[in-house]
Nanobody, 125 residues
């Protein structure tokens, strides 16, 4: 079992930055989990944002956030981060972190077994 708790969301203006955090507990975080960030806007499907490998050396991003968002992890702190710069109105959504204990390094949200409760990010234009 892995428990995930996101934080860091809020209301910002277009062009601003936010840093989301996801604190994990339960299983040995650094050994068992690929971590992903996903988001869901009202009336839309959940979509992939970013994924990071076990070691942190591998990262992948959705085209819509590439060059603006950075995913990172601190295995000693059992925490994953999402640094979001140059935020746009279209980034408004609930952001979720997720863990895949099978380490498939996937952009498919259906392959993630554990999810946090989500944190709201609202960007005003």
């Amino acid at each position: 079992q892995v428990q995930l708790v996101e934080s860091g969301g809020g209301l910002v203006q277009a062009g601003d930055s936010l840093r989301l955090s996801c604190a994990a507990s339960g299983r040995t975080f650094s050994r068992y989990t690929t971590m992903g960030w996903f988001r869901q806007a009202p009336g839309k499907e959940r979509e992939f944002v970013a994924v990071i490998s076990l070691s942190g050396s591998g990262t992948s991003y959705a085209d819509s956030v590439k060059g603006r968002f950075t995913i990172s992890r601190n295995n000693g702190m059992s925490t994953v981060f999402l640094q979001m710069n140059s935020l746009q109105y279209e980034d408004t959504a609930v952001y979720y972190c997720a863990a895949d204990p099978l380490n498939r390094y996937s952009s498919n949200w259906r392959q993630y077994a554990y999810w946090g409760q989500g944190t709201q990010v609202t960007v005003s234009s």
